[in-house]
């Protein structure tokens, strides 16, 4: 049984709108974090360090379902809020591959996301496949068709 990627992201100051809200567009940069931790952080750990050099987003999707606070009363001295991405992969095919997303402000679903990343060569400037070892990283992390799905 495969396991979701779980990310706690520092919420900033700057991640908010007028309306004391994280603005909507932030949230890709939440998202992003969290997928940088999974590919190139745990990737690397996996000794699969070629997502770094080079992957590139296709397509982005993102449900909001509530307003996300920066909620000072999560705060402490010593650390800012937090906000918890879990991330699995959705799905894997021969050249891309989906992230699936959800993010969670305390314990209540804020939004659910899913990307298409595409492996790409930086030098030869042109989309590959994946490699054998990429995909079985990736699998560690699919989980089954049913679950992560919005519903």
């Given at each position: 049984?495969?396991?979701?990627?779980?990310?706690?992201c520092?919420?900033?100051?700057?991640?908010?709108?007028?309306?004391?809200?994280?603005?909507?567009?932030?949230?890709?940069?939440?998202y992003?974090?969290?997928?940088?931790?999974?590919?190139f952080a745990?990737?690397?750990?996996?000794?699969?360090?070629?997502?770094?050099?080079g992957?590139?987003?296709?397509r982005?999707?993102?449900?909001?379902?509530?307003?996300?606070?920066?909620a000072?009363?999560r705060?402490?001295a010593?650390?800012?809020?937090?906000?918890?991405?879990?991330l699995?992969?959705?799905?894997i095919r021969?050249?891309?591959?989906?992230?699936?997303?959800?993010l969670?402000?305390?314990?209540?679903?804020a939004?659910r996301?899913?990307?298409?990343?595409?492996?790409y060569?930086?030098?030869?400037?042109?989309?590959?496949?994946l490699?054998?070892?990429e995909?079985t990283?990736?699998?560690?992390?699919?989980?089954?068709?049913s679950?992560?799905?919005?519903?």
């Amino acid at each position: 049984m495969s396991d979701r990627f779980v990310y706690h992201c520092t919420l900033r100051w700057s991640d908010l709108d007028a309306y004391g809200h994280v603005n909507n567009a932030r949230f890709l940069t939440l998202y992003e974090e969290a997928r940088v931790a999974l590919m190139f952080a745990g990737g690397k750990a996996w000794g699969v360090g070629s997502f770094a050099e080079g992957v590139v987003i296709a397509r982005h999707e993102i449900d909001y379902l509530r307003p996300v606070d920066y909620a000072l009363g999560r705060a402490t001295a010593d650390a800012a809020p937090t906000v918890r991405i879990e991330l699995w992969v959705a799905e894997i095919r021969s050249a891309s591959f989906s992230i699936g997303y959800e993010l969670y402000d305390g314990e209540v679903l804020a939004s659910r996301a899913r990307s298409v990343l595409v492996p790409y060569d930086l030098a030869e400037k042109r989309l590959r496949r994946l490699t054998p070892a990429e995909r079985t990283f990736l699998q560690t992390y699919a989980l089954p068709s049913s679950e992560g799905e919005p519903g």
